[in-house]
């Protein structure tokens, strides 16, 4: 499209799209002639004004300021603004019996230690003990031998290692299922936590009656040839927040019931001198 040499009010969006959609990869030409039509259409309608548009870029920039490698305020933002939940479900529309998705906040960190059968991720941190088992299964029910299930959580404080100063992996670990499609790992039963307030984000939630916290939650990741990678959670049955979860990570089939047993065998074939919670949860993995 030739530009006119004066671009007005009305026609500065027909042109700041088509000059976009000359990007040479055609996806890159379709995202930003569209964020461009939309941008402009969202300025037009809230009649944005240059003060609100300044506050706005002092915000991403805020943003962007305060991340780091281990913070990550933008995925934070996308999350409370439920978008990565809707990136989520339009590209996971897995079969109704498979377990979902939900998102991966910005709390996971590559390269977890790998653990042996029913080992202990959480090294004594203060917290009821918990075992999570089960089988990873195909939509079928068939057990899925060797799937890698990386898992991670916060401390009976509420907080990620990637919030604290540690060197050491913490509360994150990397467990295989073997042939039987059998898994089983040891945990501190998680608690609901608030999400990071001190930045940018907490600052905007702050202005808004949003609750900012999360259920009880283990997040979990499986990857195994052949299916589709799956980034989920489990939730504590009966948890504070899960209506009201600040990210919309909630599904109804994640919910799962951490029964109390007493001291005596656990699920790893061992037994334990002090109550502790079972959470039994077979993954169904969706082919890929
Ligand atoms: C989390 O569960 O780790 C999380 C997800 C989204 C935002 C903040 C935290
Ligand atoms: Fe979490």
């Not at 530009?3 to 088509?18: F, R, S």
């Not at 997040?219 to 489990?234: D, R």
Request: glycine share 10%.
């Amino acid at each position: 499209m030739t530009q006119p040499l004066t671009v007005t009010e009305d026609t500065i969006t027909d042109v700041a799209a088509a000059r976009w959609a000359t990007a040479h990869d055609p996806r890159t030409a379709e995202l930003m002639s569209a964020l461009v039509r939309h941008l402009h259409e969202f300025a037009r309608e809230t009649k944005l004004t240059e003060a609100e548009w300044m506050a706005a870029i002092r915000w991403l920039t805020d943003t962007g300021q305060i991340s780091d490698d281990k913070r990550e305020e933008f995925i934070l933002a996308s999350d409370v603004l439920g978008l990565s939940m809707l990136v989520v479900q339009q590209n996971h529309r897995f079969d109704p019996s498979a377990t979902p998705a939900t998102v991966l906040g910005p709390f996971h960190i590559d390269g977890s230690p790998e653990r042996g059968w029913g080992e202990d991720m959480s090294d004594g941190l203060p917290g009821e003990p918990l075992w999570v088992h089960g089988t990873v299964r195909a939509l079928d029910g068939t057990p899925v031998p060797g799937a890698v299930l990386d898992v991670w959580q916060s401390d009976s404080d509420g907080n990620y290692e990637a919030q604290l100063p540690v060197d050491e992996a913490r509360l994150r670990a990397k467990y295989t299922a073997g042939d039987d499609g059998g898994y089983c790992l040891r945990t501190i039963a998680p608690l609901g936590y608030a999400i990071p307030m001190d930045g940018p984000v907490g600052a905007l939630i702050s202005q808004t009656d949003i609750s900012h916290y999360r259920p009880a939650h283990v997040h979990f990741l499986l990857a195994v040839p052949g299916y589709e990678p799956l980034i989920t959670h489990l939730f504590r049955e009966g948890a504070e927040y899960l209506d009201s979860d600040v990210v919309f990570g909630v599904k109804r089939e994640l919910v799962v019931g951490f029964e109390r047993r007493d001291p005596g065998p656990t699920p790893d074939g061992g037994s334990s001198d002090v109550p502790w919670l079972e959470c039994r949860y077979d993954f169904v993995l969706q082919p890929g």
